[in-house]
Structure formats: structure tokens, C-alpha cells
């Protein structure tokens, strides 16, 4: 049985698809992008702002499933250009401690949803 999980704490989703499905105890995330979920604009300051932005609509995300980033078991991070991995990577660890760190990938892309810099989706499991 399958649990949809919205929150008006992320962006609403500009397609047919939800913010989260919980299946279970595991949660799968749809990628999320720097909309502001407030005003749906985007975050593009500089990757770093673009970044962040995107963290914290997962961590909302997670807080409506009733889990943190603890609960991550992988993440799949899709970047339109390699040479922003660094920046890109060093918000994301901040959110993450070392030895608890999730399973990931990350993919340099041609393009992404409203040409932004950088999407990640995640697994969780409670």
C-alpha cells in the first residue's frame, strides 16, 4: 500500500507526479529543484544558494514523512555541468554526518526541469 506525502513546505509538483511516496517504511522522493515553495520562483543566485535551496525542499519533504536525513539510504543527484560538483557537494554534506553518509550518484545531464543547475531525489527508510 502506497502513501502519497505532500507539504506545503516544497514546492508543489509541476507535473502528474507527487512530492514523495511512502511504500511501507521506505519513502521515494521525486527530484527537487530550488522553487521556492513559497512564491515557486526559482533560487539560481549561484549553485551554492541553488543548492541549498534544493536541500532544504527535501528536508521539508522528509519532515512530512516524518523523517530526517538520518533515514536516507541513497540519493541520486543530477547536475547540468561536472564543474560545479564541488560547491554542489559541500552544501550537500552539510547535510549529512560522514559515517552515516547515504549511497549516491551523481549524473551530468544535458538539461533539467526549468533549466536549473542541479535536481536530487532520495530513498529513505524509517
Request: proline share 5%.
Given at each position: 500500500?502506497?502513501?502519497?506525502?505532500?507539504?506545503?513546505?516544497?514546492?508543489?509538483?509541476?507535473?502528474?507526479?507527487?512530492?514523495?511516496?511512502?511504500?511501507?517504511?521506505?519513502?521515494?522522493?521525486?527530484?527537487?529543484?530550488?522553487?521556492?515553495?513559497?512564491?515557486?520562483?526559482?533560487?539560481?543566485?549561484?549553485?551554492?544558494t541553488?543548492t541549498?535551496?534544493?536541500?532544504?525542499?527535501?528536508?521539508?519533504?522528509?519532515?512530512?514523512?516524518?523523517?530526517?536525513?538520518?533515514?536516507?539510504?541513497?540519493?541520486?543527484?543530477?547536475?547540468?555541468?561536472?564543474?560545479?560538483?564541488?560547491?554542489?557537494?559541500?552544501?550537500?554534506?552539510?547535510?549529512?554526518?560522514?559515517?552515516?553518509?547515504?549511497?549516491?550518484?551523481?549524473?551530468?545531464?544535458?538539461?533539467?526541469?526549468?533549466?536549473?543547475?542541479?535536481?536530487?531525489?532520495?530513498?529513505?527508510?524509517?
Amino acid at each position: 500500500m502506497k502513501k502519497i506525502i505532500t507539504t506545503t513546505k516544497a514546492p508543489a509538483p509541476i507535473g502528474p507526479y507527487n512530492q514523495a511516496v511512502l511504500s511501507g517504511n521506505t519513502l521515494y522522493t521525486s527530484g527537487q529543484i530550488a522553487l521556492h515553495p513559497e512564491t515557486g520562483e526559482l533560487v539560481m543566485d549561484d549553485i551554492k544558494t541553488e543548492t541549498k535551496q534544493v536541500m532544504e525542499n527535501i528536508k521539508a519533504v522528509l519532515e512530512a514523512a516524518d523523517m530526517t536525513f538520518e533515514n536516507v539510504i541513497k540519493t541520486s543527484i543530477f547536475i547540468s555541468d561536472m564543474h560545479n560538483f564541488a560547491q554542489i557537494n559541500e552544501v550537500y554534506g552539510m547535510y549529512f554526518k560522514d559515517d552515516t553518509a547515504p549511497a549516491r550518484e551523481t549524473v551530468e545531464v544535458a538539461n533539467l526541469p526549468k533549466f536549473v543547475n542541479v535536481e536530487i531525489s532520495l530513498i529513505a527508510v524509517k
